[in-house]
């Protein structure tokens, strides 16, 4: 059976052009489609790249879309990608990108990436309008990141700094990072794995879930739950609604833990000294090592030293169980 004539020369523009885009990878451009959650997308609205000479301070405010932030060695600066997808809706008043400020610029080691919505002076999304996604690629491991988005998630993954990433929609994913971190979600979850340094996550009604970090950690959600697995540090963990589960590797200078309606489950180290103060409507101490003399079990209130008693734990809830057991 004979090829159609027009099919046959698609496919050998296909075979002429494969080559080319392979070379073009193999240079250590800029990629589509990065990092571990893998956004893909076709060609970047707008693309420039930055070039520092001492850490990068970087800061990415963005309507209704993704932010994702990693590391590019092969890069020799900044580089900072904008997409824009523009879906249709009946509710969306086909408002067009005029609508919009879009704004790139640097001062130094300063970068700014933004958009703004021109008619309402504010940082606002309609259902059905357009989404802006950023993709940042650094080509060093520090770097001080100030991320916000309106309504999407926010991906960081393995740098050192100040960061403060915050948005009011949509998931935070923060790994390998150290430094003082502070990340806010009013309705999303947020996730906090191997990273180091002051560490806060604040939450209204998503859940906090942080594994293998160490140093300060405070972590807070009104009606989430907080679960933190493998630390080690000081841990002050919050919530109104929510259970809290905490797992130490190591505690240094003390615990606190407090919910009101949720339920508190703390697993620390055998080999150390703890002065526990507990209150809750019930208890499970069953693997510690207790004896008559060093517990003071009262309703609502126990208080009890093991060994040497030097690092403080409160645990406290209204309504909700408590269990603590060493390793």
């Known amino acids: 059976m004979r090829i159609p004539c027009n099919i046959s020369i698609v496919l050998a523009a296909a075979i002429l052009i494969l080559p080319a885009i392979l070379a073009k990878s193999a240079l250590g451009s800029p990629v589509a489609q990065t990092g571990d959650r893998g956004i893909g997308m076709n060609d970047p609205y707008r ?3 930055f070039r520092v000479r001492g850490v990068p301070s970087i800061t990415i405010h963005t309507l209704a879309g993704e932010i994702e932030v990693i590391r590019n060695p092969e890069l020799q600066g900044v580089q900072v990608d904008l997409y824009v997808d523009h879906s249709f809706s009946f509710w969306s008043r086909s408002r067009s990108l005029d609508d919009y ?20 002076g504010k940082r606002v999304h309609y259902p059905g309008s357009t989404n802006f996604t950023f993709i940042v690629q650094i080509p060093g491991d520090e770097a001080s990141l100030n991320l916000r988005s309106i309504n999407g998630d926010i991906s960081v993954k393995g740098f050192s700094g100040n960061h403060y990433i915050q948005n009011h929609a949509g998931n935070l994913y923060l790994e390998n990072v150290e430094g003082e971190v502070r990340a806010a979600s009013t309705a999303g979850n947020i996730e906090l794995l191997d990273s180091e340094g002051v560490l806060f996550a604040n939450s209204i009604s998503g859940s906090i879930y942080v594994k293998g970090a160490k140093g300060e950690i405070r972590l807070r959600s009104i009606s989430g739950n907080v679960e933190s697995r493998n630390i080690s540090g000081t841990l002050v963990a919050a919530s109104t609604s929510g259970n809290i589960y905490s797992d130490f590797r190591n505690v240094t200078q003390g615990i606190h833990l407090e919910t009101v309606s949720g339920d508190l489950e703390l697993i620390i180290p055998g080999r150390l000294g703890y002065s526990v103060d507990a209150r809750g409507s019930e208890f499970d101490f069953q693997n510690l090592d207790l004896t008559i003399h060093n517990r003071d079990f009262r309703t609502e209130h126990t208080s009890f030293v093991l060994r040497d008693g030097t690092i403080p734990i409160h645990v406290s809830t209204v309504s909700g169980r408590i269990k603590i057991r060493e390793r």
Do not use: M, P, Y
């Open 47 to 49: 693309s420039e790249l």
């Open 101 to 120: 400020r879009i704004i790139f610029q640097q001062s130094g080691n300063q970068i700014v990436a933004s958009v703004e919505d021109i008619r309402s």
